[in-house]
């Protein structure tokens, strides 16, 4: 039988806009953020992450024939950063997801577990 995994991604969407902020709020922001990360990282469950830049390319078609200027998504589709986390279980991450700072901002948390293959 698989043993389930204990690592997860968290993914974010929406929240805070830079452009709608002014630096005072911009560095209130980025302090929350940088203390619930810290606070994972105490706590031995950061294993990494980003933020994204906006805009990449997004490719399609067999072997990616076409490639196109994107994602462009409404700001609350939009992914802004991710990170990867070590939790006892689902339930544990998601707890621990519900100190995220774009949750605040109207923003979203995806809780993904991820899948364990071998060979990799």
């Known amino acids: 039988m698989k043993e389930q995994s204990n690592e997860f991604l968290y993914i974010f969407r929406g929240g ?3 452009k709608q902020m002014s630096p005072e709020q911009m560095q209130g922001n ?3 953020w940088f203390a619930w990360i810290n606070n994972l990282k105490s706590k031995g469950h950061f294993k990494g ?3 994204l830049q906006d805009g990449g390319k997004v490719l399609a078609g067999k072997k ?3 490639v196109t ?3 462009f998504l409404e700001g609350k589709e939009e992914v802004g950063g ?3 986390l070590s ?3 689902l339930q544990s991450a998601v707890e621990l997801a519900k100190g995220c700072p774009a949750l605040e901002q109207n923003g979203t948390v995806e809780v993904r577990v991820i899948q364990q293959m071998e060979g990799l």
Request: charged share 25%; no cysteine; glycine share 14%.
């Open 16 to 18: 805070a806009d830079p």
């Open 87 to 89: 939790a006892r279980d």
């Open 64 to 66: 990616g024939q076409t």
């Open 30 to 32: 980025m302090d929350a």
């Open 82 to 84: 991710y990170i990867l």
């Open 49 to 51: 992450g980003h933020p």
């Open 69 to 71: 200027d994107g994602p």
